[in-house]
């Protein structure tokens, strides 16, 4: 199972960015979607997230400004960032709980993460 995040970059203070990941490899089911950030010197935290009926979840610093979605035929998440600030510069890392087989549990998956730089 591999996830592949895309859409990262420079943005300047103000911007948007819109984060993709897609999930490939044995997959039989997915459940949780969602994304986490690592400042450097900090720990990786949640941003949002998202069960597979659509319930989302976000931290309290970026309510109103991201939005999280999912494709489930497409086994992708996505996360819209709108008026970008200075601390939401991280590595963003994708995360998805998957099951690869009917008898096999649940288990986390990461993807390689995607850099995303805010400027003045």
């Known amino acids: 199972v591999q996830l592949a995040e895309s859409g990262g970059g420079l943005v300047q203070a103000g911007g948007s960015l819109r984060l993709s990941c897609a999930a490939s490899?044995?997959?039989?089911?997915?459940?949780?979607m969602g994304w986490h950030r690592q400042a450097p010197g900090k720990q990786r935290e949640l941003v949002a997230a998202?069960?597979?009926?659509?319930?989302?979840d976000y931290r309290d610093s970026v309510k109103g400004r991201f939005t999280i979605s999912r494709d489930n035929a497409e086994k992708a998440v996505y996360l819209q960032m709108n008026n970008l600030k200075f601390e939401d510069a991280a590595v963003y890392y994708c995360?998805?709980?998957?099951?690869?087989?009917?008898?096999?549990?649940?288990?986390?998956?990461w993807g390689q993460g995607t850099q995303v730089t805010v400027s003045s």
């Open positions: 998202i069960t597979s009926g659509g319930v989302t």
């Open positions: 490899g044995s997959i039989f089911s997915i459940n949780a």
């Open positions: 995360h998805a709980v998957i099951r690869t087989g009917w008898a096999t549990p649940f288990r986390d998956y």
